[in-house]
């Protein structure tokens, strides 16, 4: 049983920045690929070593998905925001799997 906790989320002006970070209560490191989501449609993910990531079109140089296996934790860097990336944002393995939804982190892009 993965649980993850979420936190980084707030409210930003169009242009700016916010780092997402996603705990993971035990070992992620070598046993799944990780993944950000907004209202659980997937936003990029990334393979169990950072090498291989992939991104949803409308965030394709803006965002940045990456890992720390020493410390469990995934990070979503969120750059030149738009209001349309407002939204409830959640990790979850990539495929998701349904028990390991956490509570999200909101990130609201208005000015």
């Known amino acids: 049983q993965v649980q993850v906790v979420e936190s980084g989320g707030g409210l930003v002006r169009p242009g700016g920045s916010l780092r997402l970070s996603c705990a993971a209560s035990?070992?992620?490191?070598?046993?799944?690929?990780m993944g950000w989501y907004r209202q659980r449609e997937l936003v990029a993910y990334l393979s169990t070593s950072s090498?291989?990531?992939r991104y949803h079109d409308s965030v394709k140089g803006r965002f940045t998905i990456s890992r720390d296996n020493a410390k469990n934790t995934v990070y979503l860097q969120m750059d030149s925001l738009k209001p349309e990336d407002t939204a409830v944002y959640y990790c979850n393995t990539y495929p998701p799997v349904e028990n390991y939804w956490g509570q999200g982190t909101q990130v609201t892009v208005s000015s």
């Open positions: 035990r070992s992620i490191s070598s046993l799944y690929y």
């Open positions: 090498d291989y990531t």
